[in-house]
């Protein structure tokens, strides 16, 4: 049988990675892509029958479930995609990711172009000696963005301070998605809630109308 083929758009746009959904149970993703590569056997990964709910296919594709029956999905993500991994992994044989003319080096402006920015919000931290840069699309989708560069945002944090939008134009032109998550709801939207409360003053939230408009200034 040969792989069902995923449009990152989509994937982007819906939060379902063809047929894979983050609303399934640990059964129902098991059934799609059979028996895990790995599992994270650290207790706290444990559901309550003492098995793993933490699950690994490849190198990409990881999800998380509930620790109670039936075992819903909290979360799955693709991972360290700036390594390139992601267009050889075979995701349990049963999908193939197609990028659909992007790159893990097109910019955050890039995917906000391509996929609208009225569905889009960005968070931006500089503080405690990072530098984090998130893209969400909806409520579903999350990404997170990492610098080819890190000496020049290390000079971001270190060297004299500039205007946001000129910090932002620096990530811009160095970032590489380092991952991309996909949340069932209401989930996604209580974590974002959950970052906003959390983080509080020391980020940066914007739209990504207001983002565009920023970095073009």
Not at 115 to 130: D, I, K, P, T, Y
Not at 161 to 185: D, K
């Amino acid at each position: 049988m040969s792989a069902v083929s995923v449009s990152l758009v989509e994937f982007l746009q819906t939060g379902r990675f063809g047929p894979l959904l983050n609303s399934m149970t640990q059964a129902n993703v098991e059934d799609l892509l059979g028996p895990p590569d790995g599992h994270d056997e650290h207790p706290d990964s444990r559901n309550d029958r003492g098995q793993s709910s933490y699950w690994m296919y490849g190198d990409v594709l990881e999800v998380s479930f509930r620790r109670d029956p039936p075992y819903y999905m909290n979360w799955f993500q693709l991972e360290h995609l700036q390594s390139g991994s992601a267009l050889s992994a075979d995701f349990g044989g049963r999908l193939s990711l197609e990028l659909d003319g992007l790159t893990w080096r097109t910019p955050p402006s890039g995917f906000i172009g391509r996929l609208g920015s009225g569905n889009a919000e960005v968070q931006f931290e500089l503080a405690m000696g990072h530098i984090s840069f998130r893209l969400f699309f909806g409520d579903d989708v999350e990404m997170f963005f990492v610098s080819s560069d890190p000496a020049i945002l290390q000079g971001e944090l270190t060297g004299a301070r500039h205007s946001l939008a000129r910090t932002l134009r620096n990530i811009e032109s160095h970032s590489l998605v380092e991952c991309i998550y996909s949340f069932p709801q209401p989930y996604g939207r209580e974590e974002r809630l959950r970052m906003r409360t959390v983080h509080g003053a020391s980020t940066t939230w914007m739209t990504g109308n207001e983002y565009l408009a920023l970095i073009s200034e």
